[in-house]
């Protein structure tokens, strides 16, 4: 790994590398995580405000609670990953969202990155507030699991959604 990581707000100097993290990961037809990376970014000064506005709970859909999005980069200003992480739980992110959901760019998985992610993304919740982060990951996600018991997630109970995935759930202390 060698490069310093680090969390950035999302801004217009990084559009360039944002897209081509954000391509990356629309050629592999996976799902996006998190949520927000499936904003198309056409319209980069919109999808900015939006994050912006999120961040702020300014327009927020009924239900909705503010979250903060960061773009995971390195020394040479790659977009390496994502995090989304919100400011409270509704009984639905209690369930199966968790405080933080992230996710690394397919063509740079299994270097370590996730770890560092979650890491820096817990600093950044505990800056908010949250002492307690809940986290979670399907349980058919050995690497996002094995990121969290890195990051000292704490077991809680399994949460089975409608369609029958399990979702492990854990809680990390942020003091």
């Not at 790994?1 to 590398?17: Q, R, V």
């Not at 390195?74 to 369930?95: F, S």
């Not at 979650?118 to 990951?137: D, M, N, Q, W, Y």
């Not at 990121?147 to 995935?165: A, K, S, Y």
Request: proline share 4%; with cysteine.
């Amino acid at each position: 790994m060698g490069n310093k990581l680090s969390l950035i707000k999302p801004s217009i100097e990084y559009k360039k590398e944002y897209l081509s993290f954000y391509y990356d990961w629309l050629e592999t037809g996976e799902n996006m995580v998190p949520w927000v990376i499936q904003k198309d970014p056409a319209h980069f000064e919109e999808m900015l405000q939006f994050l912006s506005n999120n961040e702020n709970g300014i327009h927020l859909p009924k239900g909705w609670i503010p979250d903060s999005t960061y773009w995971l980069i390195d020394d040479n200003q790659k977009v390496l990953g994502a995090v989304n992480i919100r400011h409270q739980l509704t009984e639905a992110l209690q369930n199966s969202g968790g405080h933080i959901g992230y996710g690394i760019r397919p063509s740079e998985r299994r270097k370590g990155y996730a770890t560092k992610l979650l890491s820096l993304s817990l600093e950044k919740a505990r800056e908010l507030g949250i002492t307690k982060a809940l986290v979670v990951c399907d349980e058919s996600n050995i690497g996002s699991l094995k990121t969290i018991l890195h990051n000292g997630g704490v077991p809680d109970e399994d949460f089975r959604e409608e369609d029958g995935n399990v979702v492990r759930r854990f809680w990390i202390e942020l003091n």
